[in-house]
Nanobody
Framework: QVQLVESGGGLVQAGGSLRLSCAVSGDIFRITAMNWYRQAPGKQRELVATITKGGSTNYADSVKGRFTISRDNAKNTVYLQMNSLKPEDTAVYYC???????????????WGQGTQVTVSS
């Protein structure tokens, strides 16, 4: 079994900051990519940021310079530091990881339950 537990969402005023966390646990052999997605009401889920095991990062254009993704490989945890938040950042944010489970063959993808981020104007 693999579990992803997200935390850190909430309500914040425009210009404020939030930090999301996602802890991964279970029979994990190796985690490769760790990602954050978001889905606003009436919109498709979009990739916000991604980080490889080696620490290479990539961001959606809409969040570049404002959001920072990081990971702690020892804790199997990924973070998303969100600064200068805008109302258009309002969405449910989902943690997504690709990993190999112990003795379970190919790489698989897992999702967190989602955490609401609301930015008021």
């Amino acid at each position: 079994q693999v579990q992803l537990v997200e935390s850190g969402g909430g309500l914040v005023q425009a210009g404020g900051s939030l930090r999301l966390s996602c802890a991964v646990s279970g029979d994990i052999f190796r985690i490769t990519a760790m990602n954050w997605y978001r889905q606003a009401p009436g919109k498709q889920r979009e990739l916000v940021a991604t980080i490889t095991k080696g620490g290479s990062t990539n961001y959606a254009d809409s969040v570049k310079g404002r959001f920072t993704i990081s990971r702690d490989n020892a804790k199997n945890t990924v973070y998303l530091q969100m600064n200068s938040l805008k109302p258009e950042d309002t969405a449910v944010y989902y943690c997504n990881v690709n990993l190999f489970r112990i003795g379970r063959g190919p790489e698989s993808e897992y999702w967190g339950q989602g955490t609401q981020v609301t930015v008021s104007s």
